[in-house]
């Protein structure tokens, strides 16, 4: 059977799978040859089966890759120009035992200030991205303790580091690594699981950690900065009767400690729609921000949404999939905290080509404004990404 008998859609499914599955459930991802191999292909949401090891096969470990190369070339210079390679990411996944599994994610970031200094900069910034030690009791109640991407939206938990995973090039600015506007990463204590109720199929996860730290765009991963700690629910919802729908909610709630000494109550509430098929693939998303400042002033509040729209083309093998998505961010002018993140508004068409089951091209134009009274910048952007 050749790739584009089996299609890409099918091809990307099991890996997701295995994949995403184990990014926040740490499940163990499948190996390079139940990617690749014929036979018949698992459901949409449900990891590979596998063969219950003997009791003295563990550790079992299994690592995935990936990588990517971008082009761009935009009217007005907002980041690096021409040809930037992406970052390399490891995915690590462990069965301990029958209930316990370890995930871990390792990223390589290349830094544009690379042999500057005294002593000179490396070549790439690494980090630890997720580190996630992970219970099961059952499949209603799940411990686990770490790293994570916060579960306060559907794209963080959904799509993480290696740029093959998602459709787009990039991620919502909403959620951008290394933004400022919602903590992406937390680090702490995480309770999941899932209830049946009757075919609705209801998911929870409430948690407890470290907030961001004195820079807002990093989690307290040495500790928090204050006495509070922060909390997260989300839940969300699969129905049986609808296949491929999630709808979902969030509340995240931390105090924050600016390196000015000053303090500030922060209040997250966001919610997600999804049409989780390539046929299409619909993704929503708002998110609504609130600061007080202890004893001074009113709270203020900032939001964010994106709509992004996918639809695998039935023709050339199912191969190509063209996308468009906009997402706008408006942040309160007086909001101390969120002083330099500037508002956006953008708009994103482009086209993803499964050149084979594990590599991908992207073509994208995208036209933003960033900033108030700031000029429309536009561009064109290519990228080639794939896993391993």
């Not at 040809?83 to 035992?97: D, I, P, T, Y």
């Not at 931390?254 to 993704?283: C, M, R, Y």
């Not at 202890?294 to 900032?302: A, E, M, N, T």
């Amino acid at each position: 059977m050749t790739v584009r008998e089996i299609g890409s859609e099918s091809a990307t499914r099991l890996l997701r799978i295995g994949i995403c599955a184990a990014t926040l459930l740490a499940v163990p991802a499948p190996s390079f040859a139940q990617t690749t191999g014929g036979g018949a292909m698992p459901p949409h949401d449900q990891a590979p089966t596998q063969t219950p090891p003997d009791q003295t096969d563990y550790p079992r470990l299994k690592i995935v890759g990936f990588g990517d190369i971008t082009f761009n070339s935009t009217k007005y210079v907002e980041g690096p120009r021409n040809f930037a390679e992406g970052q390399f990411v490891l995915h690590m996944a462990s069965a301990l035992s029958p209930r316990a599994t370890f995930f871990g994610e390792v990223s390589f970031t290349p830094r544009i200030d690379a042999g500057q200094g005294s002593p000179p900069a490396t070549g790439f910034n690494a980090e630890i991205e997720r580190m996630i030690l992970r219970l099961d009791h059952s499949d209603r109640l799940k411990v686990s303790f770490g790293r994570y991407h916060t579960p306060i939206n559907f794209w963080n938990t959904a799509f993480h580091h290696g740029a093959w995973l998602q459709t787009s090039i990039l991620r919502p600015e909403m959620v951008q690594f290394g933004g400022r506007l919602l903590p992406v990463h937390f680090v702490g204590a995480l309770v999941e699981g899932a209830v049946p109720a009757g075919g609705v199929n209801l998911h929870y996860q409430a948690g407890i950690g470290n907030g961001r730290n004195t820079v807002i765009s990093r989690a307290g991963d040495p500790g928090d900065v204050n006495s509070k700690r922060a909390l997260l629910l989300t839940t969300f919802a699969r129905p049986d009767a609808a296949y491929g729908l999630q709808v979902g909610g969030s509340f995240y709630l931390d105090d924050i400690s600016l390196s000015t000494g000053q303090q500030f109550q922060e209040h997250i509430v966001a919610g997600h729609i999804v049409w989780n098929k390539e046929t299409p693939e619909l993704i929503a998303e708002v998110a609504a921000i609130r600061h007080e400042q202890s004893v001074v002033g009113p709270p203020l509040w900032s939001n964010a949404f994106y709509v992004l729209a996918a639809y695998r083309l039935p023709q050339f093998g199912k191969l190509l999939k063209p996308y468009y998505r906009f997402e706008h961010i408006n942040v309160n002018a007086g909001d101390t905290v969120f002083q330099s993140v500037p508002d956006l508004d953008m708009s994103t068409v482009g086209v993803r080509y499964d050149a084979a089951p594990l590599v991908a091209f992207k073509a994208e134009y995208r036209n933003w404004t960033r900033g108030t009274g700031s000029v429309r910048n536009y561009g064109g952007f290519l990228q080639v990404c794939f896993t391993f």
